[in-house]
């Protein structure tokens, strides 16, 4: 098992392609329906995700990790070496993306969502009715085929 201040090492050294290193605690947050790239210093062999449905976590290559927002929440990832120990153990947020110009309605149980950047149109979003999704990707279909 690592001592306190090697995995606190470990831990300052995950971090996004773009972003900071991240402070020991500090949790990671991607948005929701997004990924991130995310760094870490030693080459992982298992990647662990608390809640699978709240988010998604590959390994792209040994020293890189792919984590994908599935739904809004909050769980945890830890990375193992392959000896099994632990690279890094942290809370990963995933978080609504406010630029996205959503909206969702909320019907009898069912659940349905629009983008809304100029006009609302039909878009499928984790979460949303099945039924709904599906007639949404039967018409993408349909329009595919017409224009071939």
């Known amino acids: 098992m690592f001592s306190k201040p090697i995995a606190a090492?470990?831990?300052?050294?995950?971090?996004?392609?773009?972003?900071?290193?991240?402070?020991?605690?500090?949790p990671i947050s991607?948005?929701?329906?997004?990924?991130?790239?995310?760094?870490?210093?030693?080459?992982?062999?298992?990647?662990?995700?608390g809640n699978p449905g709240v988010a998604d976590v590959t390994i792209q290559d040994p020293l890189t990790l792919v984590l994908t927002g599935k739904t809004y929440g909050q769980t945890n990832l830890i990375v193992l070496n392959a000896s099994g120990n632990p690279i890094a153990d942290t809370v990963v947020n995933v978080v609504e993306d406010k630029t996205a110009d959503l909206v969702t309605v909320f019907n009898a149980g069912a659940r349905v969502t629009f983008s809304c950047a100029n006009h609302c149109s039909p878009t499928?979003?984790?979460?949303?009715?099945?039924?709904?999704?599906?007639?949404?990707?039967?018409?993408?279909?349909?329009?595919?085929?017409?224009?071939?």
Do not use: F
């Open 30 to 49: 991607v948005k929701v329906n997004m990924a991130r790239v995310l760094r870490i210093s030693a080459p992982a062999a298992t990647v662990i995700v």
């Open 9 to 26: 090492v470990a831990l300052v050294s995950l971090l996004s392609l773009s972003g900071p290193a991240l402070a020991e605690g500090e």
């Open 124 to 148: 499928v979003t984790l979460g949303d009715d099945p039924s709904y999704s599906q007639q949404l990707a039967q018409s993408l279909n349909v329009i595919k085929s017409v224009q071939n």
